[in-house]
Every structure is written in structure tokens, then in C-alpha cells.
């Protein structure tokens, strides 16, 4: 549906629809011949009312012929703080007697804009509004991983996952790591040049700071670790922070968690409890890592294969805060040998992978052997 | 000694005093036209012949654009665009604080400006813009642009390669910088999951289809610890006549790496020059030359711009200074000051020899693109 309204400053509120008259208004003393120019805003589709067309009619045949003269005949500028800013980006056609501009991006809602005639002998200014959609307060903080409530202190990232798609930019304005028991917030502990979102932007990664965790770095000297051994502490997430809409989330969140001593020890697969699973059902095969793996990396790093060498189909979930791998195949097991790839990659949540320790004392490493993926076999009897 | 970039620019003005027509030819056949479709927009940086190489962190793509029909007028000394915020918001139909300049390059042939802007929420809208020294911003239109790609792969999870499991992948490697260097595109990485290193190579013209294959750069600490830690920033430098990069850490040492090291699958140890010993992470650097001396100078996230004294690098031995451990919290290395007048810089760019061109925000949360004198 297009809709098009003319000479009469109403909203039709009741279908969201548009909009803004446009009647004409000439300058004083205008060059002759006098002319009667119009200003419509157009909505074409009134789902998506920040889509906007602007046409003018009644503009000279000297500015319709030539599209270099458009971008100065019609613009449409955004209303806000300063006066001096310039007009929005679009693009101009004519469609007959008409020269319409469609901006680049869909206009917001709630805001007012002002659009501008320019041509001899016509100027006309109108001002509109895109109505404004309630919204209400959806996303939350739906989990943090590491989910266990003590952590070590040479912890390395935190994952924050959220209901609804976020807001990006400035997001640690809105995260705090306090020390419960000063109550004051821990010295600049993120790494925050980047914002590690998921494609979704449903999933912050928080990257503590490894200049900190790192040994014999000055970030470290100077300001100590971010965490302390034996010291409580919460993550709190401010409920200001915006989602994808513009609209904050719905409640505050915390997670309290108290440091325990360092790990400095890299995952070790061979020391891995396997539960296998029973034949012909779709039991989960368990694998108990003895730690807290990184959630994300272990979800992805770790997969299995049958016999023949096909990959397993299935669903893999992390259980007793991230130290149980559990992988529930599409189709019920079947007798046979299977084998457990585990990527080198892994880390757990101090970023040890089973490759290497997050910093090696080169004087104590032996060279590992270049490996990318380890192994594990178990065989199901029928 | 001449710094790395300013030799490209060199050759590059040497080339097109030429002018042969040949080879200009063959330089435009490598590009298509055609339509750009960006999902987002990382770093960006010239490479030659008005070639812009844009990189696309969520389509895990790089690409080579022919910016060659940018009409915007070149910056020089003096040039000052006020309220770049303001302005690209009301340019965008944004709110300012939904308007973000993720990276800014400069044409060294033209001295033209170029944005790399992310607009809106969520992942927002990835635009790229020219800015005239008159405040002027246009898009670069990427509906037909001559242009070529080449795919980063975005490490799949092993498990999607089967059926009926986690249709997303939400892992993202965030491009931290991109420069060409010697015939070749180099684009630093950060995972939002594994920490290790990804540094990557990519001969330009692009040739492979795909460009998976990371570098594992480790750095040291003291001689003593080592991490395959990811590389933020880097430039482009010659030390005793061979091509290197300086690079700064995440955890914020100053290495050097040789260039020729760089190879597909090879594990490198990056020669730690200086430990800058601030809190913070490094955002730009960019390198000069002024009287005898070379010097390097690096914004960071909320100190002050430091400048590194070079010129201790020319020599082999310099390449040696830290490895043993630094005490009590002195600074290691080669010679550094902080440029305390110089706050709240973004962007930093190289204009000409004697300038840079920096994005700044001011106390009041402004932002502004000035050209200032090299220190």
C-alpha cells in the first residue's frame, strides 16, 4: 500500500500511517513566473514507516532536467542538537513531474525531520515526525560461563550471553568487576580495545586483560592480577545497557564467584573419565574433564567419529560447570569402534590448551610435538 | 634509513611518473566489476594504485576496492573536519552514539581521507565514506566498484561440518589492523574464543581461493614466558635494509618481526623491542623520519600518544634489548616518551612525511579529525 497525504499536517495514527502535509510556501518577492511547489512525504509501506520517500512537485523543468542541481533542490535534514549539520544521505529520481529523494537508511522512529525545497522562485520547508513504537524491556542476562563460583585467579575470558540481541559500542560502561569485599571496582580489568561479539550479538566475550594474567609483564607488576586468591567477587551488568532496538534490559544481573589458586596446568586427555554410552539408544556419551574447560571452545573442539570415519551427528552440551562434556547422537549408537577428536586448541578457562600453557617458562618446556588433534578411542559391543 | 611505508609511497610516485600505460592495464584486469556486499566492516588500508583493501570480519572476507573515483579533496596541514560525529549522524540518520568510525585510511598518492564507518545497533550497517577538509561526507557507493576478495576462513567448528548440530557459529575473528607490505596483505586477528595468535599473509594480487592458514607469533616476557599471543597493531619497518613488521601485543610489548618469516603454518618469535608498561591497549602506530633519526609513534586506548626512538633498531644488536627481566617496573628497551598534549586519539594515520592525520575525541565526548605535525 502507498500512501500519500497532501495539504494537512495529521498523522493517521491508527494505522501507524503517515504523515505530513506538505502545502506549498513561497518566498517573498519571488522571481517571476511564481510558482506553487509541494513537499509530500511518502510512506509506501506502513510496516515500516522510517522508510520514506520525499517528493517534490512543481519544481522548474531547468532543475528536473538536470541531476546535478537535485542534491541541492531537495534535502532532508535530521533535527537534533546543532543547526549547522549537513542533510541525510539518498538518493534522487525523478518520477515525472516529480523529484523524489529516498534517504540511504530508514528513518528513526520518534524523531522529527526537516525537509527542504530549493529551486528559483520556490522554497519550502516542512518539518515531520516518524511515529514512535512503544517498546517494551525484553533482553536479560541469560547465563555467564565460566559458571562455577569459585574461578581461578589467572581466569582469562568470561562469556555473557544475552536473550535478545545487543546494542554495540561503549558496552563497559555497563560491566563492573567489584571486589566484595572493599566494594570497590577491580582497576580496569578487560582488554578493551575490541568488543568480541558473536555474529548474533547475543554473546559478549569478556577478554581479562592478559597483560595482567601474563607473568613478567609490567601491567602485571605495576597493578598486580586482576584477581586475588580467596577474594570474592561479582560481575554486575548495569540495566542501562541497550539491546539491538535501543530499549535496556529488563532486569540488572549479577554473578558472585570467590578466586581460587592459579591453574597452570594444561588440559590432559589422557587423564579424561569416558562414560560410554549404551548400544541401540541415544544415551549421551559422557566425558568427565577433571576441570572447567573454556564452554565455547569445548562445544567446538571436540567431536566424534565412527568407524567408517564419518562424523557423528548429534547434540553436545556441557554439564557440572563446564568440567562434563555430554554428546547425544541423532541416531541411537551403534556397536562398533568410535573415536573422540579433540582439537589442540582447547583451552580451559585460563587459556592452558592442550598444546601449551598460556605462558611457557621456556626454560622448563620440552618442545611439544606438532600435533593439531588428539585422539581418543572406546568401541560399543552389541 | 627510510621507513617501509614511505618507501612504498617512493615507488609508487616513481611508477606513475612513467605512467606505462601497460602496466596500468594489467593492474586494472585484476579488478571486477561489480557489487560489494559487506556484511561488516574491519580495519582498512591502502595498498597500491588507489587500491583500498577493506576487510569484513562477519563475511570473513578481504577485499581489494579501486578507490580511484573518489572525488573528495586531499588533507593537508591545517585541515580540520569538527563534530565528525555529529556530523556522520546527521549524514546516517543516527544517533551519535550509533555512529562508529571503526577505522580511517589515507591515499598517499591523493592525501584523500577515507572512513571506514559502522552505523546503527546490533550488527549495524557497514558504510565506507570519503571526507572532504571541508566537513563534506559522501558514501563511496559499493553497488558497482571495481574490486576483487579473497576469503579469510572464519575457522568452522569441525562439528558443523555434520548434519543436525548447531546451525550458528558464534565464533568471530575480529580483524585488529590490515597493511600491505612487500607485494602482500597483512591482517591481524582476535578471536572472541581461543586466545592464540592468528596473524596472516595474503599475496596480493589475491591468487587462492581461500587464506586459512595463521602464523603463530609468540612473544616472550623477560626471556623467560612465552604465549602464542595475538598481534594488535602493527607497521610496516626496515631495520638494517630488511623489510619487518613492528608489531604491539594485546598484553602490550613492542616486538619486531622480520617479514620473511611470515609464512603460512610457521611458528615465529617475535623480537621484543620495547615493554611500554601502560594498562592499556594499543589502537594505530605509524612510522617517520625526522632529521638522522627514525621514530615510531603509537595512540593507545586512553594514554597519550607515545613516540619511540628508532634508531637503536638499525643496528642488529639493538634487536636484543629485552631479554632480560626489567626492574623495578623501569621501562625496557628502546627509548620512549608520552605526548601528554595528545589525548584521546582513535585513529592515527601517516599523511606525508611530516604529518599524521588522527581522529580525537575531546573531553566533551567530540570527535574530530585533525592533521597534526609529526613529533
Known amino acids: 500500500m502507498k500512501t500519500f497525504l497532501t495539504r494537512s499536517t495529521t498523522w493517521c495514527s491508527a494505522a501507524w500511517l503517515l504523515v505530513a502535509s506538505l502545502a506549498c510556501e513561497s518566498v517573498t518577492e519571488p522571481p517571476p513566473p511564481r510558482e506553487e511547489a509541494e513537499l509530500e512525504v511518502v510512506i509506501p509501506d506502513p510496516e515500516a514507516p522510517g522508510e520514506v520517500e520525499v517528493r517534490a512537485e512543481g519544481l522548474p523543468d531547468s532543475v528536473l532536467i538536470d541531476p546535478g542541481s537535485w542534491p541541492h533542490s531537495l534535502r532532508v535534514f535530521q533535527l537534533g542538537a546543532s543547526a549547522d549539520l549537513p542533510p541525510l544521505l539518498g538518493d534522487w529520481n525523478r518520477d515525472e513531474s516529480a523529484l523524489v529523494f529516498e534517504p540511504?537508511?530508514?528513518?528513526?522512529?520518534?524523531?522529527?525531520?526537516?525537509?527542504e525545497l530549493r529551486a528559483p522562485g520556490r522554497e519550502v520547508d516542512r518539518v515531520f515526525e516518524i511515529p514512535a513504537e512503544a517498546l517494551e524491556p525484553l533482553a536479560t542476562v541469560r547465563a555467564v560461563y565460566p559458571s562455577a563460583d569459585a574461578l581461578p585467579e589467572n581466569l582469562?575470558?568470561?562469556?555473557?550471553?544475552?536473550?535478545?540481541?545487543?546494542?554495540?559500542?561503549?558496552?563497559?560502561?555497563?560491566?563492573?568487576?567489584?571486589?566484595?569485599?572493599?566494594g570497590e571496582e577491580v582497576f580496569d580489568p578487560w582488554m578493551e580495545a575490541e568488543e568480541l561479539w558473536d555474529p548474533a550479538g547475543q554473546r559478549l566475550t569478556l577478554l581479562i586483560h592478559p597483560g595482567r594474567i601474563k607473568r613478567g609483564l609490567r601491567p602485571r607488576e605495576e597493578y598486580g592480577p586482576v584477581l586475588a586468591v580467596g577474594r570474592a567477587y561479582a560481575l554486575r551488568v548495569d540495566p542501562a545497557w541497550k539491546d539491538a532496538r535501543g530499549v535496556s534490559l529488563a532486569e540488572p544481573f549479577e554473578k558472585r564467584f570467590e578466586a581460587e589458586p592459579a591453574d597452570m596446568r594444561q588440559p590432559d586427555v589422557e587423564s579424561w573419565q569416558l562414560s560410554a554410552p549404551v548400544v541401540e539408544t541415544k544415551s549421551p556419551l559422557k566425558i568427565a574433564f577433571g576441570e572447567a574447560l573454556d564452554r565455547a571452545l569445548a562445544l567446538r573442539m571436540i567431536w566424534v567419529t565412527d568407524a567408517a570415519g564419518e562424523y557423528v551427528a548429534g547434540r553436545a552440551e556441557l554439564a557440572e560447570n563446564e568440567t562434563m562434556w555430554l554428546f547425544e547422537p541423532d541416531r541411537a549408537w551403534r556397536a562398533g569402534r568410535y573415536r573422540i577428536h579433540v582439537d589442540q586448541a582447547l583451552e580451559d578457562v585460563a587459556g592452558n590448551s592442550v598444546r601449551a600453557l598460556f605462558d611457557?617458562?621456556?626454560?622448563?618446556?620440552?618442545?611439544?610435538?606438532?600435533?593439531?588433534?588428539t585422539e581418543l578411542e572406546f568401541e560399543l559391543s552389541p | 634509513m627510510i621507513p617501509f611505508a614511505m618507501r612504498i609511497a617512493v615507488g609508487l610516485a616513481i611508477a606513475s611518473c612513467l605512467a606505462l600505460p601497460a602496466v596500468a592495464q594489467k593492474a586494472d584486469a585484476k579488478l571486477q566489476e561489480g557489487a560489494v556486499e559487506l556484511q561488516s566492516i574491519g580495519p582498512i588500508?591502502?595498498?597500491?594504485?588507489?587500491?583500498?583493501?577493506v576487510s569484513d570480519p562477519i563475511g570473513a572476507k578481504l577485499y581489494a576496492i579501486d578507490v580511484q573515483g573518489v572525488k573528495s579533496a586531499g588533507f593537508e596541514k591545517g585541515?580540520?573536519?569538527?563534530?565528525?560525529?555529529g556530523k556522520l549522524a546527521a549524514r546516517l540518520g543516527a544517533e551519535a552514539r550509533d555512529v562508529h568510525v571503526v577505522d580511517l585510511a589515507v591515499n598517499p598518492a591523493t592525501h584523500q581521507v577515507i572512513l571506514a564507518v559502522q552505523r546503527g545497533q546490533g550488527a549495524g550497517t557497514p558504510i565506507l565514506m570519503s571526507v572532504d577538509p571541508s566537513g563534506e561526507l559522501s558514501e563511496i557507493s559499493l553497488k558497482s566498484i571495481g574490486h576483487s576478495s579473497i576469503e579469510l576462513t572464519n575457522a568452522p567448528a569441525p562439528g558443523e561440518q555434520g548434519e543436525?548440530?548447531?546451525?550458528?557459529?558464534?565464533?568471530?575473528?575480529?580483524?585488529?589492523?590490515?597493511?600491505?607490505?612487500?607485494?602482500?596483505?597483512?591482517?591481524?586477528?582476535?578471536?572472541?574464543?581461543?586466545?592464540?595468535?592468528?596473524?596472516?599473509?595474503?599475496?596480493y594480487p589475491f591468487q587462492k581461493a581461500s587464506e586459512g592458514t595463521g602464523?603463530?607469533?609468540?612473544?616472550?616476557?623477560?626471556?623467560?614466558?612465552e604465549t602464542n599471543s595475538p598481534v594488535r597493531t602493527f607497521v610496516p619497518f626496515d631495520i638494517a635494509g630488511e623489510p619487518h613488521l613492528l608489531a604491539a601485543y594485546t598484553c602490550t610489548p613492542l616486538v619486531s618481526l622480520p617479514v620473511s618469516d611470515l609464512v603460512p603454518g610457521k611458528r615465529v618469535r617475535g623480537t621484543t623491542i620495547a615493554e611500554l608498561g601502560n594498562r592499556n591497549s594499543p589502537l594505530d602506530m605509524v612510522t617517520y623520519q625526522k632529521g638522522e633519526n627514525s621514530y615510531l609513534l603509537i595512540a593507545n586506548t586512553s594514554r597519550g600518544i607515545m613516540k619511540v626512538a628508532l634508531s637503536s633498531l638499525d643496528r642488529k644488536e639493538g634487536l636484543e634489548s629485552i631479554t632480560s627481566r626489567?626492574?623495578?617496573?623501569?621501562t625496557a628497551g628502546v627509548p620512549y616518551e608520552t605526548i601528554e598534549s595528545l589525548q584521546g586519539v582513535e585513529q592515527l594515520a601517516q599523511l606525508d612525511a611530516q604529518h599524521a592525520v588522527i581522529v580525537v575525541r575531546d573531553d566533551a565526548g567530540k570527535f574530530s579529525i585533525q592533521v597534526i605535525d609529526l613529533p
Do not use: C, W
Open chain 2, 45 to 53: 588500508a591502502f595498498g597500491p594504485e588507489h587500491t583500498l583493501f
Open chain 1, 104 to 115: 540511504r537508511f530508514p528513518l528513526a522512529r520518534g524523531r522529527s525531520y526537516r525537509a
Open chain 1, 360 to 373: 611457557v617458562d621456556v626454560f622448563e618446556k620440552a618442545e611439544a610435538p606438532k600435533v593439531e588433534v
Open chain 2, 215 to 225: 602464523i603463530e607469533i609468540y612473544h616472550g616476557a623477560h626471556g623467560r614466558f
Open chain 2, 164 to 203: 543436525g548440530r548447531r546451525r550458528s557459529n558464534p565464533r568471530l575473528q575480529t580483524f585488529t589492523d590490515v597493511a600491505y607490505v612487500d607485494g602482500q596483505v597483512v591482517v591481524a586477528g582476535l578471536s572472541n574464543e581461543e586466545f592464540a595468535s592468528t596473524l596472516r599473509t595474503i599475496p
Open chain 2, 326 to 330: 626489567v626492574e623495578g617496573g623501569d
Open chain 1, 156 to 182: 582469562l575470558r568470561l562469556y555473557v550471553h544475552f536473550s535478545a540481541p545487543m546494542g554495540r559500542g561503549g558496552v563497559y560502561e555497563y560491566i563492573r568487576l567489584v571486589d566484595l569485599e572493599s
Open chain 2, 79 to 85: 585541515s580540520t573536519v569538527e563534530d565528525l560525529g
